[in-house]
């Protein structure tokens, strides 16, 4: 009889890749499905980044690369963090991963003890809570509803710090509700933090430069916290290299050596072909990603727009990411033939089935009450995707 770990059998699957599967199953059967349930840019790798990862293979770069990355890399993503961030990290402080997925569970296992507390301010992606749990740790969950337009505040903060509080973990911009903390809000955070040296911080930041505000601000810009934080990012999405699985941590010295051996344990160093096209991405021409930000931001006011006008629907203004974090409880205990509305669960599989656009319910956020919905698509499938849930919660009575 196979027997698997109690680790394995307590993690729970990924609720956006289950949703991004059952709708590809549904494409498959010949259906017109709308997919919004998945954080991927719709873009093409800019030609540039592609070109060097040709040059890349041409030049043999196919050994094992370094289990932290290739120092060039690790030299450009230094650069890049003082040029753009004005934040001093040496190439020795910098681990490069398999995606910033990869390097921020790197974080995660480095950090944390069975029994130590980890604080989540929801909603939240849906991987911190697993990767906690798979640390042995305790997840502590602060939630910020919509009319917070998703923040926490340092009261809040500061209520769930205990004397077993080991690390936070926030993401700003976020994922799901494109919320950003500003620099007034981050220093508010950080004076709190600044009183709890055994915190330590993960700046979960993938989202940078999807950012419709201003210049991105990181909690790692204030002194009193700066020696323990640890930036996550990387190329996914601000330059549409999802498949190249390039991320990065910049953390204190001794953090990044620790994430080097458990690197080295577990996965060494990250693809040398693509790290090549990561070192061109950093290294050239920001343009591209304005570009793209130009876009999203294009699709941002477009949904936001057409959503307003679904009665019921009750959604904010994101000021970054590319998500849309509606709260939709209104449509609670509704139905139309077969079909009962008790939670997001429910309403989030009677939108694939009845209207073929794929969501992902709040719950796997930590936010009952919510759906996520990804504008990472072109301006016509956001208004048919749009037609069709207006169209189809029009029928619940």
């Known amino acids: 009889m196979t027997q698997l770990s109690d680790r394995i059998q307590a993690l729970a ?29 719709d873009f093409f790798t ?24 290739y120092l060039s890399l690790r030299k450009a993503i230094s650069n890049k963090l003082k ?12 681990v ?16 944390v003890n069975p029994g130590d507390e980890v ?4 909603p939240a992606w849906v991987s911190y809570v697993q990767m906690v749990n798979l640390a042995g740790g305790k997840n502590v969950l602060v939630p910020a509803t919509l009319d917070q337009n998703f923040k926490i505040t340092p009261e809040q903060l500061e209520a769930a710090i205990t004397e077993r509080t080991r690390l936070i973990i926030l993401c700003s911009p976020s994922n799901p509700t494109g919320s950003i903390y500003n620099r007034d809000e981050l220093q508010a955070l950080a004076a709190v933090l600044a009183r709890h040296p055994q915190v330590m911080i993960i700046a979960d930041e ?40 390039i991320g990065f941590v910049a953390a204190p010295l001794w953090l990044a050596k620790a994430i080097t051996k458990l690197q080295g344990q577990y996965t060494s160093g990250a693809s040398s072909i693509a790290q090549k096209a990561a070192e061109a991405a950093y290294a050239a021409s920001q343009d591209c990603v304005e570009q793209m930000r130009q876009a999203f931001e294009r699709r941002r006011d477009l949904i936001v727009g057409l959503m307003k006008e ?13 998500y849309l974090f509606p709260e939709v409880s209104a449509f609670f205990g509704k139905r139309t033939g077969e079909y009962v509305i008790n939670d997001a669960n429910d309403l989030a599989m009677y939108l694939l089935r009845e209207a073929h656009v794929a969501t992902v319910a709040g719950d796997a956020f930590c936010a009952p009450g919510y759906i996520r919905l990804s504008y990472a698509t072109s301006d016509d499938n956001i208004r048919e995707a749009v037609r069709r849930i207006a169209e189809a919660l029009a029928r619940l009575q």
């Open 310 to 322: 679904i009665p019921g629907m009750r959604v904010n203004v994101p000021d970054g990411a590319f």
């Open 13 to 41: 699957p990924s609720a956006t890749l289950a949703m991004s599967q059952l709708s590809g199953e549904l494409k498959a059967q010949g259906i017109d499905v709308i997919n919004m349930s998945v954080g991927e840019p």
């Open 206 to 245: 993938i989202y940078e430069h999807i950012n419709y505000v201003g210049r991105h601000e990181s909690l790692a810009q204030f002194a009193e916290i700066a020696d323990r934080v640890a930036i996550i990012n990387g190329v996914s999405k601000a330059y549409a290299m999802t498949g190249y699985r």
């Open 46 to 69: 800019p030609d540039h980044i592609k070109q060097a990862a040709c040059q890349a293979v041409a030049d043999n770069f196919s050994f094992y690369s370094p289990v932290p990355g």
């Open 96 to 111: 490069v991963g398999n995606g910033a997925k990869h390097s921020l569970c790197n974080a995660v296992m480095a950090l």
């Open 83 to 94: 040029q753009e961030n004005g934040l001093d990290y040496a190439p020795e402080q910098i």
């Open 119 to 122: 604080i989540i301010p929801t």
